[in-house]
């Protein structure tokens, strides 16, 4: 297989150059702009990219009836990705204000969590679950591949657990105050 030429790895980046595109991302931002003003908050995140979605939840925050923040959270929360450590004092006065979140009944007794991370900085981070080989496949780097990170445990009092959250993945995310 002959090695490709400049010419061709930059050519599948000039489709922005094509009006469609353009069209394509006007489009989407007057779509943006139609939910945020009818108030359609799920459809304002969907719309974002995962990386995008929790800096949106966070502006349109003040904005969300008080009544409709636990769902919104409920709804969206496992659809965050990115560095979302630097969010973390919001996040957990955001679950704070609307109290426990989830389908996972709060438990009675302290539970044991795990959390899984790439650097001993993220230890204390607010998403953890009770599925050890998940918390050791984010120390792994999770989908980004094999970076041996560190898996933290800990047994938490039920009054320091803001969420759970199920997930497809088996997940059973739990964000605790930490």
């Known amino acids: 297989m002959a090695t490709p030429t400049q010419k061709e790895l930059v050519a599948p980046l000039v489709a922005i150059n094509d009006p469609g595109y353009w069209e394509g991302v006007a489009r989407l931002e007057a779509m943006k702009e139609e939910a945020m003003v ?13 990386y995008a979605r929790l800096p949106k ?3 349109i925050w003040p904005k969300v009836p008080p009544d409709q923040r636990r769902q919104l959270l409920a709804d969206n929360w ?5 560095n979302l450590w630097q969010y973390r004092n919001k996040v957990i006065a955001m679950f704070r204000e609307v109290g426990y979140v989830g389908d996972l009944g709060c438990p009675p007794e302290p539970i044991r ?4 991370t790439v650097s001993p900085r ?3 981070g607010v998403s953890w679950t009770t ?16 970076m041996g990170g560190f898996v933290y445990t800990v047994d938490v009092p039920r ?4 969420a759970g959250l199920p997930s497809g993945t088996k997940m059973n995310m739990w964000l605790i105050l930490t």
């Open 57 to 59: 939840l966070i502006e």
């Open 122 to 124: 993220w230890s204390r």
């Open 113 to 116: 969590l795990y959390r899984g």
């Open 38 to 50: 009818f108030g359609n908050w799920n459809e304002v995140l969907i719309l974002e990219s995962s």
């Open 131 to 146: 599925n050890l080989r998940i918390a050791r496949f984010f120390a792994d780097g999770g989908r980004f591949g094999p």
């Open 159 to 162: 009054e320091a657990i803001l």
């Open 78 to 82: 496992d659809c965050c990705d990115g």
